[in-house]
């Protein structure tokens, strides 16, 4: 019985609902019925990670690791040195500019009124957490791993930073254009594969550094506009309750020189 009278209630609820509008356009009424707004909380729990964009980061660090380890790919990354120094195409060093030109050009399209997704202070913290994400994961495999580099120069070649930036900021171009405007979203992947080209041009990487450093860079990215709600709500200091049994957050850290990913869980 208190089943039937509930689904009476809302059919009831819905015809008033419907009448209500009806009668309101017939005449002309300027009154607006505010949407109640999203709760902070009941917004991260939206705003879930899609692992159909890990798939290609994933893809990408794993051939690098294979550069690491098999045989096979080893042997690619050392043809396709020979292949590049066969060739002796000129040196530059303009790759240590074009891994921040995706970002540049968001900044930029905004300031022309091109706007993206976010305005400037939420692209900003996304941008800044995707570099904080880029360093905690590059920084400690570079001394972890430590990769010779091709010109002998250290043992800092696994991955590489350059390529990582680079595409951490190709990514940040295109989550901030894909739904407005796609073809202008993509156009910061040539700076992207030009300065992961350039590292192996200037013998500093070898093709399997490059690669996982991509990976590594769309990773990065794609974590940083995943904890964006959550490092916001920080910042604006919301989303506190005292009906909230527990939270948690991910970030990136730097202290004493070292970087790394902290994870806090409140109880």
């Given amino acids: 019985m208190k089943t039937c009278h509930s689904k009476k209630l809302i059919y009831l609820f ?13 005449n002309n009424d300027t009154i607006a019925v505010q949407e109640p707004k999203q709760d902070s909380i009941s917004a991260i729990k939206a705003n879930k990670l899609n692992y159909k964009s890990l798939i290609v980061p994933a893809v990408l660090i794993s051939y690098g690791i294979a550069g690491l380890t098999m045989n096979n ?8 040195r020979t292949e590049i120094g066969e060739h002796q195409p000129t040196r ?38 995707s570099q904080l994400i880029v360093a905690a994961f ?3 495999l570079k001394y972890l791993v430590k990769e010779e580099r091709p010109d002998g120069s250290n ?6 930073g350059h390529a990582a930036t680079a595409f951490s900021s190709a990514q940040f171009m295109f989550r901030e254009y894909k739904d407005t405007n796609f073809w202008l979203s993509l156009s910061g992947y040539p700076f992207a594969i ?12 070898w093709l399997g550094d490059v690669v996982a450093g991509a990976g590594f860079g769309i990773l990065s990215t794609e974590l940083a506009y995943w904890l964006f709600p959550r490092i916001d709500n920080l910042l604006r ?13 991910i970030m ?16």
Avoid at 155 to 160: A, D, H, N, R, Y
Wanted: glycine letters at 8%; aromatic letters at 12%.
């Fill in 92 to 129: 530059m060093k303009l790759d240590n500019y074009t891994q921040y030109a995706p970002a540049v050009m968001v900044y930029g399209l905004n300031a022309v009124g091109i706007k993206g997704k976010h305005n400037l202070r939420d692209r900003t913290i996304i941008y800044a957490s």
């Fill in 237 to 249: 200091g919301k989303g506190k309750s005292k009906n909230t049994l527990s939270s948690s957050m």
């Fill in 14 to 26: 819905v015809l008033i609902s419907v009448f209500s509008r009806v009668n309101a356009q017939s």
């Fill in 252 to 267: 990136p850290f730097y202290q004493d020189k070292t970087v790394g990913i902290g994870f806090v869980k409140n109880f």
């Fill in 155 to 160: 043992t800092l070649s696994f991955p590489s």
């Fill in 194 to 205: 030009f300065t992961g080209v350039y590292r192996m041009v200037n013998d500093k990487h």
């Fill in 73 to 80: 790919v080893k042997q690619l990354n050392i043809s396709t």
């Fill in 138 to 140: 590059t920084m400690p």
